[in-house]
């Protein structure tokens, strides 16, 4: 259903969010990251839905590069600006 592949993301102020990380879920499961305050929970899950295409490694949904745009993903900020 989604796979995540190797997905690092260095920033151009040269900081590494995180380590590659990969991982795959299946249909209907319900997934949750967790983790300390600024390990890059928000800047992976921008990275899946596509709002962030600057990571290193491979995000797929459906079989589709979300490089390529998907349309099944939905966003709730934390914060509304
Ligand atoms: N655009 C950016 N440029 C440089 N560093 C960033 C940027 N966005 C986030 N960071 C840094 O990346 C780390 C991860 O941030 P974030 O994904 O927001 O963490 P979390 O959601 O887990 O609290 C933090 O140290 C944050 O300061
Ligand atoms: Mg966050």
Redesign the pocket.
């Given at each position: 259903m989604l796979a995540v592949q190797k997905v690092s993301r260095t920033?151009?102020?040269g900081?590494k969010?995180f380590k590659p990380v990969s991982f795959h879920t299946e249909q209907s499961e319900i997934v949750g990251i967790l983790?300390t305050?600024?390990?890059?929970?928000?800047?992976?899950l921008r990275a899946i839905a596509g709002l962030d295409l600057g990571f290193d490694g491979e995000i797929s949904f459906q079989e589709q590069s979300v490089r390529i745009g998907t349309d099944h993903t939905g966003v709730v900020f934390q914060e509304p600006d």
């Open positions: 920033f151009d102020n900081y969010a983790g305050s600024g390990c890059g929970k928000s800047t992976l």
